[in-house]
């Protein structure tokens, strides 16, 4: 059976992730077959090697969903501002996942930025709990007058 490594929150001491903790005998095993492994890719061409490393970055972008909702592992952003069309996953799908992996450690206020400017688009992430859609382009004072109004809003 193998060691569980848990991430610690270190403001409320919530366990915020768990994995399997790496064994010695694995990565020295991993790094043995990367050594073993480095005289045959010297030889593999550019253009193939390329090819691979493509494919790996697809399979690491694939992942991009599952990897993002882990990033906060300490104390939370009081303020979350996110796009709404990102190239792997809209904004209101990423809020939701990190306040389904966050629960009540989700940052207080949620701004939706977007080049969405139709009313059902700002309805739409209001509706999903966003404090404010802000549609581009946009002047940075309002940005900042937007996200002071709503920290205040929630300090009551």
Not at 23 to 35: E, L
Not at 128 to 140: Q, R, S, V, Y
């Amino acid at each position: 059976m193998s060691e569980i490594q848990k991430i610690i929150s270190p403001i409320d001491g919530s366990v915020y992730a768990e994995r399997a903790a790496a064994r010695a005998g694995d990565i020295d095993a991993a790094i043995s077959a990367a050594r073993t492994a480095l005289p045959e890719w010297k030889t593999v061409p550019i253009a193939e090697r390329k090819r691979y490393i493509l494919a790996f970055l697809d399979a690491l972008l694939a992942m991009n969903d599952d990897i993002a909702v882990e990033l906060p592992v300490g104390r939370p952003p009081d303020v979350l501002i996110t796009d709404i069309a990102m190239p792997l996953q809209d904004g209101h799908e990423m809020v939701q996942r990190l306040r389904e992996s966050l629960g009540s450690r989700t940052p207080k206020v949620v701004i939706a930025l977007s080049a969405f400017a139709a009313e059902k688009d700002t309805e739409r992430s209001l509706s999903l709990g966003f404090d404010a859609h802000i549609t581009k382009p946009f002047e940075p004072d309002f940005l900042v007058a937007t996200i002071h109004e709503r920290v205040l809003s929630h300090a009551d």
